[in-house]
């Protein structure tokens, strides 16, 4: 044998090497394109973002063989400086004041321990000045076959979007086993070495990607508990203990332990934390906190002032009090920080028995004074507060512009949709885990769920339709146990929805029905009282949590926003009775009047996993070449006929397929005849295939075949290719 022939199998392999090389630093490319596309995405610059990165990768196909590697890396630098002086310009002026080099720095260092991307005002602009640099640099590196060095480029990408917290586990790991896979592709290439294994390496990988992916929803599992009041996390813990970043989770529980209790004249829900982002899957606080230096200042219209001491009655990490507060006292002052939504927040925990002191300054304003209001929004308003992403669907758009139809101002609107998710929507905390847009999902394709997707649904309606609106989480008011005392367990943890008024300021609305959840917190609490639970009483709180008798169901006693007569302007009727209006049970009409849509395609992570599923299950049927054969072996099934001459040889080529899977393949050198020949005496069609072996040397070397000889071998040919096919032998 010459040498080039003994080295063409070898060429082959090493082709196939680049190819896994180029495949493997494609999955590393898109885990983290993608984690930094979605935080485009989510604050409206996903398409910008795209073409960054479509522009990057064509300039490094066009000058990677032109132009010298040290050129590159500078250039390369060169759009990473270029990409962070335009985030810099992007930022508001505001933050930009707040920006020092010490700043700086400890963002930079918050970013590599666990600050999520999305927290960053300038999300999308970040995302996009970051991308370009990796993606032209390990391209640049790929067309030199420096596929070692293109790996440190992107995998440096793909480690900082996993210390920000951003890449999740399944797409992690198709980066770090992409870039695995170019390693050992590139050390293959590099020394020339016989790797067989190629199809195997790819099987190893999709499984790998496969399991890691699938051990995480079998029963049992966190995200699917087999018992689901232990293994389901607390509505405290989801949205209280969330700190910057709230996703929203199927299946929840309640806590009846007491938290802390309140000494104010007057019942309030007491805040804790205000989110501006929405992500599609939940919500993130944007901004930087500063320390608190004493007065903070109040809302822009009237206000009636609120004292309130707080006293912790279990170990807490968070600040609760009535909107809006503008002093705290005590000894966490020294430790306390204020979020730029206006929260405050410890940088300690508060111990049990721990006690401060709050002055609120709680917005006054009456409905006919929310109507006037007008939509003449602060620009620092309209930034942050009417963000959404850009997967929004239209039908959401289009079921909030049909629940406001009949309303003329922005509060109309926020009591129209307050009201209709009150009345088409059921309260429960037993919900399965959404799937793709949280407010999508809600209004949609479920028919229940608890607070934070009823507060999800009413700001992401409220923003569609030009309405500035944020997430807010914190407490309801509690057990009254006195006449200025409440008792506040976990349970009452909450979510709702806070609607900026011009020359008011916020004003809370809460979209959850008040009446089966205040059911499910008093049936909690009863429970644990008989099954004698630690916590849960303190102080003779043993009556139950709702409002006091007399109190209106779902309507707070005291609101932010409420008047001195205890009248709140969320449910104050706009000239609407229910049922027969805005947010009325008679809106369940308003579907009619929305297209219907198509089924929406599956998540991205159910596609990643069947597409690795799917490479693997090929790579295993190629290694093992039964894929090759069924394939063959379809496509033998039926013969078109030409001439007597080619259908002889096309009847030949057929019977070698079928006996390449029961026999044997023709050996080099080995005629057709004695391949067929040399079938086993026990194959049933020996002396047929026999005979097609001399008919098919008759018409390439003899005579030739007449159309019955022909027809004879095509006969004989669709009898031995249907025998071997074990799904047409089965229905035969």
């Given at each position: 044998m010459s040498t080039a022939d003994s080295s063409a199998p070898l060429a082959r392999r090493l082709v196939g090497h680049r190819t896994l090389a180029v495949g493997g630093l494609l999955a590393l490319t898109w885990s983290y394109a993608s984690v930094l596309g979605h935080a485009a995405g989510v604050v409206g610059g996903a398409r910008q973002f795209a073409l960054v990165v479509a522009a990057s990768f064509g300039l490094a196909l066009l000058v990677g063989r032109y132009v010298d590697v040290r050129v590159a890396v500078v250039f390369a630098s060169v759009l990473l400086g270029l990409g962070f002086a335009a985030y810099l310009l992007a930022l508001p002026e505001s933050q930009l004041r707040l920006l020092t080099p010490q700043r700086a720095l400890s963002d930079t260092l918050a970013l590599l321990t666990g600050l999520s991307v999305l927290r960053l005002v300038g999300a999308g602009v970040w995302a996009t000045a970051v991308v370009p640099g990796p993606v032209f640099l390990s391209w640049y590196l790929a067309v030199r076959r420096r596929y070692v060095a293109a790996t440190v480029a992107g995998g440096g990408a793909l480690a900082l979007v996993v210390l920000t917290g951003d890449a999740d586990g399944v797409t992690t790991l198709v980066g770090v086993l992409g870039a695995t896979a170019t390693v050992a592709a590139a050390t293959v290439d590099r020394h020339r070495i016989e790797f067989d294994g190629l199809d195997t390496l790819v099987v190893v990988l999709a499984a790998m990607i496969v399991a890691s992916a699938t051990l995480s929803v079998v029963p049992g599992a966190a995200s699917a508990p087999i018992l689901p009041d232990r293994g389901s996390p607390t509505v405290e813990a989801n949205l209280i203990d969330a700190q910057d970043r709230v996703e929203i989770v199927g299946e929840i529980r309640l806590s009846p332990s007491v938290r802390f209790t309140v000494e104010s004249d007057r019942r309030a829900y007491w805040k804790t934390a205000t989110y501006d982002r929405y992500t599609s899957s939940g919500w993130v606080r944007t901004g930087s906190t500063a320390p608190y230096r004493g007065q903070l200042s109040g809302p822009p219209g009237p206000s009636t002032t609120l004292e309130q001491t707080v006293t912790a009655r279990d170990a807490i990490s968070i600040l609760p009090a009535a909107w809006r507060p503008t002093a705290l006292r005590g000894a966490i002052a020294e430790a306390a920080v204020v979020t730029p939504q206006g929260s405050l927040r410890p940088r300690r925990t508060l111990e049990a028995g721990e006690t401060y002191a709050v002055r609120s300054q709680v917005p006054d304003a009456d409905a006919e004074r929310l109507r006037r209001a007008g939509t003449d929004y602060p620009d620092r308003v309209t930034d942050a507060y009417l963000q959404l992403p850009e997967s929004t669907t239209q039908r959401v758009r289009d079921r909030a512009a049909n629940v406001t139809r009949d309303a003329e101002t922005p509060y109309e609107k926020a009591v129209a949709i307050e009201r209709y998710l009150e009345a088409n929507k059921e309260y429960s905390l037993d919900v399965p885990a959404p799937s793709g847009d949280v407010a999508d999902t809600f209004l949609f394709e479920r028919e229940s769920g608890y607070c934070t997707y009823y507060a999800t649904a009413m700001v992401v309606m409220l923003r569609s339709e030009g309405v500035p609106a944020r997430f807010v989480t914190g407490y309801t008011p509690g057990e009254s146990v006195g006449d200025d005392e409440r008792v506040v367990r976990g349970l009452n943890s909450h979510a709702w929805v806070e609607v900026y008024f011009p020359e008011v300021g916020w004003i809370r609305f809460d979209p959850t029905p008040a009446e089966p959840r205040l059911a499910a917190e008093n049936t909690r609490v009863t429970e644990a009282r008989q099954s004698g639970e630690p916590s849960v009483d303190i102080n003779g709180s043993n009556g139950t949590v709702g409002p006091p008798s007399g109190a209106?169901?779902?309507?707070?006693?005291?609101?932010?926003?409420?008047?001195?007569?205890?009248?709140?302007?969320?449910a104050e009727a706009v000239n609407v009775t229910p049922g027969s209006g805005p947010g009325g049970a008679a809106e369940t009409a308003v579907d009619d009047s929305v297209p219907i849509s198509l089924p929406r395609l599956p998540s991205r992570r159910t596609l990643l996993i069947g597409a690795a599923a799917l490479v693997g299950v090929a790579a295993g049927a190629r290694r093992t070449r039964r894929g090759e054969r069924a394939i063959r072996l379809l496509s033998a099934q039926h013969q078109r006929r030409r001439d007597p001459a080619s259908d002889v040889e096309t009847a030949y080529r057929r019977i070698a397929t079928a006996l390449d899977g029961e026999y044997r393949s023709r050996r080099p050198g080995e005629t057709p005849?004695?391949?067929?020949?040399?079938?086993?005496?026990?194959?049933?069609?020996?002396?047929?295939?026999?005979?097609?072996g001399q008919l098919y040397e008759q018409a390439r070397y003899g005579s030739g075949v007449d159309r019955e000889e022909a027809a004879?071998?095509?006969a004989i040919a669709d009898r031995v290719v249907r025998s071997?096919?074990?799904?047409?032998?089965?229905?035969?």
């Open positions: 209106t169901a779902g309507t707070p006693e005291l609101p932010a926003g409420a008047t001195a007569g205890n009248r709140t302007p969320s005849r004695s391949y067929l020949q040399s079938v086993p005496d026990a194959y049933p069609h020996r002396t047929d295939v026999a005979r097609v004879e071998a095509v071997a096919t074990p799904l047409v032998r089965r229905l035969r």
